[in-house]
């Protein structure tokens, strides 16, 4: 059965993404979009696949990880609202520093020590610190145990790395490990 799902879905969680993110990004929600979008997500995968099982030709090109199946899609909806709270509360928060004195701003860079340790997760990690205004994720280190984030405007560095592990990695860890 595995085999067979493997088969007609050879990357799941692309497949969702794809899905949810096409009549999103069209602003449509109409069965038209809601079609084309199931189609891209069953077909994408299957066009993409052969890249993936492709052999490398050197060390630098050796294949990415296998594609994650979704687990635990309660904390991963849970996770998608809180990342969308918080990207609404940091417009507001990096507007107001903006438009208020240039003294008051205190940029850094920060190394946040990594707990994750899924590639994919890493990746989703980054990803969400990069689209929260007024945090960029900067650099991985090579051993992938800290990630470098670049803040707008950082009163407590411990503050910030709390907040980060404990808002996006935990439940990170538990979707993807």
């Known amino acids: 059965m595995r085999l067979l799902t493997r088969r007609l879905l050879p990357a799941p969680l692309t497949s969702l993404v794809l899905a949810l993110l096409w009549p999103v990004l069209n602003q449509s929600w109409s069965l038209g979009h809601?079609?084309?979008?199931?189609?891209?997500?069953?077909?994408?995968?299957w066009v993409i696949a052969p890249a993936h099982?492709?052999?490398?030709?050197?060390?630098?090109?050796?294949?990415?990880?296998?594609?994650?199946?979704p687990r635990r899609?309660?904390?991963?909806?849970?996770l998608t609202f809180i990342v969308l709270k918080d990207i609404?509360?940091?417009?507001?928060?990096?507007a107001q520093l903006i438009l208020g004195r240039e003294s008051s701003i205190r940029p850094a860079f920060v190394w946040v020590p990594l707990s994750i340790t899924d590639p994919h997760g890493i990746v989703v990690?980054?990803?969400?610190?990069?689209?929260t205004p007024g945090t960029l994720s900067a650099d991985l280190s090579d051993d992938r145990k800290h990630l470098l984030v670049h803040a707008f405007n950082v009163d407590d560095e411990a503050a910030l790395v709390a907040t980060i592990k404990a808002r996006?990695?935990?439940?990170?860890r538990e979707i993807f490990e």
Do not use: F
């Open 168 to 172: 996006y990695e935990t439940p990170l």
């Open 88 to 94: 609404v509360t940091s417009n507001i928060d990096v």
């Open 34 to 45: 809601l079609m084309l979008g199931l189609a891209l997500a069953l077909l994408v995968p």
């Open 53 to 69: 099982e492709a052999s490398p030709k050197s060390a630098a090109d050796a294949p990415r990880a296998p594609q994650p199946l």
């Open 73 to 78: 899609l309660w904390i991963a909806v849970r």
């Open 125 to 131: 990690l980054a990803g969400v610190i990069t689209m």
